[in-house]
């Protein structure tokens, strides 16, 4: 099993930049692959970034896309997600996301993960 903290968030202006922490605890961090996803208000919690265990690949939604660069540190256990030219439209609660299924080396899918943060609270003014 593993705990996993987001860190982060904030208020910042239209074309600013943040930088999400999620920090994992419990089990090895390296066998996990890991995801961020986000929810905007009214809507359904979305897909945004995705990295394999090892760190070499990933995988973002279109929207985010040449903006978000989503990292891990295995040694530290923590997976990172650097948000550039930040939009009105990226304002959401931000989760990170832990899938321990081998089977799975990255996953669009929220329930092709096993584990989730609170989340923590970006909010983009325009």
């Known amino acids: 099993q593993v705990q996993l903290v987001e860190s982060g968030g904030g208020l910042v202006q239209a074309g600013g930049s943040l930088r999400l922490s999620c920090a994992a605890s419990g089990r090895t961090f390296s066998s996990y692959a890991m995801g961020w996803f986000r929810q905007a208000p009214g809507r359904e919690r979305e897909f945004v970034a995705t990295?394999?265990?090892?760190?070499?690949?990933?995988y973002y939604a279109d929207s985010v896309k040449g903006r978000f660069t989503i990292s891990r540190d295995n040694a530290k256990s923590t997976v990172n997600l650097q948000m550039n030219s930040l939009k009105s439209e990226d304002t959401a609660v931000y989760y990170c996301?832990?899938?321990?299924?081998?089977?799975?080396?990255?996953?669009?899918?929220?329930?092709?993960?096993?584990?989730w943060g609170q989340g923590t609270q970006v909010t983009v003014s325009s």
């Open positions: 996301a832990a899938s321990a299924s081998y089977s799975i080396s990255m996953s669009t899918r929220q329930a092709e993960y096993d584990y």
């Open positions: 990295i394999n265990r090892s760190g070499s690949s990933t």
